[in-house]
């Protein structure tokens, strides 16, 4: 079982932070769009080009329970858990950086803000999917 932390239009997705950036590319070749957090049975490959790095998710089943987390913002970082394959497109305004994984199940990801001027959320891929974890059960509290 497959599941997306955002919805994956019919058409796919891709991402580019600038003419020169790496480019970051999903194809879906199942035809359909694929709603956030619906696991669906497919096949997923990666394909790293010199400059395009390329998701391709085609009819099939895989065994295994496989997140995939795909960002055009600001970023994030892998807190906890497995990374399987990650691409990224760095530059831009600020901290821009689109990114593109595959993680395994029990993986604590931490989206980061416009020069991390906000405080950021945190997503874990369980066997039911990708959910919000609140930061109170994540990071420790100072009391003064």
């Known amino acids: ?5 955002c919805e994956l239009p019919a058409t796919g997705w891709s991402a580019c932070n600038g003419a020169t ?6 194809v ?11 696991g669906i049975d497919c096949r997923i490959a990666k394909i ?8 391709l998710i085609t009819p099939g089943h895989d065994s295994r ?3 995939v987390f795909f960002l055009n913002g600001y970023g994030y970082t892998v807190k906890e858990g497995t990374e399987i394959w990650t691409a990224s497109s760095i530059g ?3 901290n821009s950086e689109s ?7 029990g993986t604590l990801i931490y989206v980061h803000t416009y020069k991390n001027r906000r405080a950021g959320t945190y997503h874990r891929l369980t066997n039911e999917g990708w959910t919000e974890v609140p930061a109170y059960e994540i ?3 100072e009391y003064v």
């Open 48 to 55: 790293d080009g010199a400059h395009e790095s390329v998701l």
């Open 65 to 67: 329970t496989l997140g």
């Open 99 to 105: 990114r593109i994984g595959i993680y395994e199940v």
């Open 21 to 26: 950036r790496r480019k970051l590319v999903i």
């Open 1 to 5: 079982m497959i599941y997306f932390e």
């Open 28 to 38: 879906n070749k199942l035809g359909v769009a694929i709603e956030a957090n619906c």
């Open 139 to 141: 990071e420790e509290v």
């Open 92 to 94: 831009g305004y600020g």
